[in-house]
Every structure is written in C-alpha cells, then in structure tokens.
C-alpha cells in the first residue's frame, strides 16, 4: 500500500521562476493538504483540496495556487519565487477533509537562488 | 484551534522512557490531542491521540490530564531511531479547521 508520494525530491529555481510540485496521496484517501516547512520551523499549512476544490487556505499570497485531479493527486503552484520561498515542501492526505491522522509524504526540498 | 507549547529540546538515554510534555491550556472540549515525530529529512509521521482518557499504541502512550490542559508523550524505551522533533498538536474533528504545528521538541536519544 503506497504512502503518499511527492515529486520531484528537490528542486532548484532561479527568483522570478515558477514552479509546480506534485503529490499522490496514500490510497484511499480523496483530501490533500500542503505545507510549507523553512528551516527549524514548524510545517505551516498552505491549503487544503477536497473534490477538487480549495476548502482551507492558510495565510499564503496568492502566488500560491493549486489543483486537484480527478485522481485525488495535487499540484502545488508557486509563481514569481522569492528567496524566502526556500522550503520544504510537504503534502499530506487524509480520507475526507476532516479525516485524521493526516498521512504525510517526504517533502519536496525546493531551494530558490 | 487551542494553541500549545513544548520544550525546544529534550534528550534521552537509549533504553530508557522519554517523557515530551505538551501545554494545551486552551483545549476546548471537542478537540483532540494529537502527536506526531518528524525524523530529518522526512515527513511527519503520526505516532497516537486522544480526547481525555490515555491512550496506548505500539508506538507510544499518552497520558492527557483530567482537566486536560496539558498531555505527555511517553516513549517507553527510547532507541536511537527515536531521535526527531515531536510536535503537539490539538484539534477538533469536524468543521473550519487550520491544523497549526508549533516548533515542537527536538528529542535526541544518546547511547
């Protein structure tokens, strides 16, 4: 049974850049949620897809976008990347918005020079 | 969502309980006391909750005050695969809900 899965592991972007990261949630479960985690810090939730809708959003700009399949899988859009946007990038899942315990993958390690 | 506070550092010897202690004294009544360990360079990984009674797994227990505003994690024979942050987290199943980790305790079991 497959965890939830994240692609690519790390990634390096040039300030201005865009870019997309991907994940595939644990099997079974239909909600997925990201966060952003810096360094030392805690994962800061972004926002959360159910039935193909944003239903949560945390304090992030709109530069900060996403889209969920109908497979359930996720993308996270990030547009005009600003150095501080150097995190680690995680996505979890969850069956149902409300479900717990959330199921997290490994992250996306995205470095912007 | 309550919010709560943890000890930035904790060590451990191998073999012996780690007990990471979590402030919640803001619980309200329908949320939930979760706790979850962070290995470096991986994602969050779930280890057990609870609303007011303790709670037993084959990872940990939890032991969660009668008046519920604080909790401990207990690790009962801690290995040196348990070193990793430990956070505590509360929240209410059902409804608007932002989930919101603090730092949490970074546990190091030494030999």
């Known amino acids: 049974d497959a965890g939830v899965t994240q692609s690519p592991t790390h990634l390096i972007k040039t300030r201005g850049q865009q870019v997309t990261l991907r994940c595939s949630p644990k099997s079974g479960h239909d909600t997925v949620s990201w966060y952003q985690q810096a360094l030392g810090q805690g994962p800061q939730f972004i926002f959360q897809?159910?039935?193909?809708?944003?239903?949560q959003r945390g304090n992030f700009p709109d530069r900060f976008s996403g889209h969920q399949f109908p497979n359930y899988s996720s993308e996270l859009n990030v547009n005009a990347l600003l150095l501080g946007d150097s995190a680690l990038y995680l996505c979890?899942?969850?069956?149902?918005?409300?479900?717990?315990?959330?199921?997290f993958g490994n992250g996306t390690r995205l470095t912007v020079t | 969502d309550a919010k709560t506070t943890q000890p930035p550092s904790m060590d451990c010897a191998e073999g012996r309980a780690a007990n990471l202690p979590c402030n919640h004294s803001t619980i309200s009544g329908n949320e939930y006391v979760y706790w979850y360990r962070q290995i470096h360079s991986q994602g969050p990984q779930y280890i057990i909750h609870?609303?007011?009674n303790n709670e037993t797994n084959e990872m940990a227990s939890l032991i969660i005050t009668e008046d519920r505003k604080s909790s401990t994690l207990i690790l009962p024979h801690a290995t040196l695969r348990d070193t990793a942050v430990y956070y505590c987290i509360v929240r209410s199943l059902g409804g608007s809900y932002i989930p919101t980790f603090g730092r949490g305790t970074s546990l190091i079991v030494h030999p």
């Open positions: 897809y159910y039935e193909e809708e944003e239903r």
């Open positions: 979890a899942s969850s069956p149902g918005p409300w479900g717990s315990p959330l199921h």
């Open positions: 609870g609303l007011k």
